[in-house]
């Protein structure tokens, strides 16, 4: 079943489709490289909460709309009469719910990916780019500080040498540079990338979302949920449908769900 939204296509915004336990979300501003306006920031995290509940989808992925990922936040909106909150409150705020979402999130970038779309990047679990993509973080070439929680995430996910060469100098890296300090998983293939993201994010949809939740935990630094998850490993049943369907030679049918 394909579920589409109906957000204008050519109206700056966030789409978004479920097909198959996966939801795509586009980020959607072609006439600015994709671009985040402090609209489409907004509407992001109450997008990612309702998907996250939504018992179709088991596997997110984040790309942009055409050849670009996204070039960062709409610069107009930096010069913008003060709000409320700030554009980079309102970037991290959207960053924190995308790393926050409860299953597993693949980014998948082509083109530039720099300033607030690297930020999103890797907020993801998972980052495929294909061959050509362009990662950049330029705070320093705006005079802008960072975010604490945003290079505290870049540092664990890149190590502090390559964060540093980063942000301190807002350069541009490609793919192999990006590939070699993990700042991406997989690179693709001009052409190939949609379709390794399809067969992998099926993969993932596949697999025990009991595994992945305690795993997605895990990962991010909490200790106080093992017994949590071992009273939800007891009673989910998916330890003994995977262990059946190993034997049996067929694929599982897990039921646990976040």
Known sequence: MDRTNEAHEAEPGVRHTVADGVATVVISHPARRNAMTAAMWRQLPGLLDGLGRD?????????????????????????????????????????????????PSLAAVRGYCV??????????????????????????????????????????????ATAKYLLFSGE??????????????????????????????????????????????????????APHWAEQARGSGDTAEGIAAFLERRPPRFTWSV
Do not use: H, M, N, W
Not at 78 to 100: F, G, H, I, T
Not at 128 to 149: C, H, Q, R
């Open 55 to 103: 018992p179709a989808v088991r596997v997110l992925v984040l790309t942009g709309d055409g050849g670009t990922f996204c070039a960062g936040a709409d610069i107009t909106s930096l010069s913008a009469p003060a709000a409320e909150e700030s554009p980079q409150e309102l970037a991290v705020r959207a960053e924190e719910a995308l790393a926050a979402f409860p299953k």
């Open 172 to 225: 541009l890296v490609g793919t192999e540079r990006a590939l070699r300090t993990g700042l991406v998983d997989e690179v693709l293939p001009a052409g190939e990338l949609g379709k390794r993201v399809a067969e992998f994010s099926g993969v993932l949809a596949s697999r025990s979302q009991l595994t992945q939740a305690a795993a997605k935990e895990f990962a991010a630094g909490r200790t106080d949920r």
């Open 115 to 160: 300033g607030g779309g690297c930020q999103l990047a890797a907020a993801c679990d998972l980052r495929f780019a294909e061959e050509g993509a362009s990662f950049g973080i330029t705070p320093a070439k705006l005079g802008i500080v960072y975010p604490a929680s945003s290079t505290r995430r870049l540092v664990s996910l890149v190590g502090p």
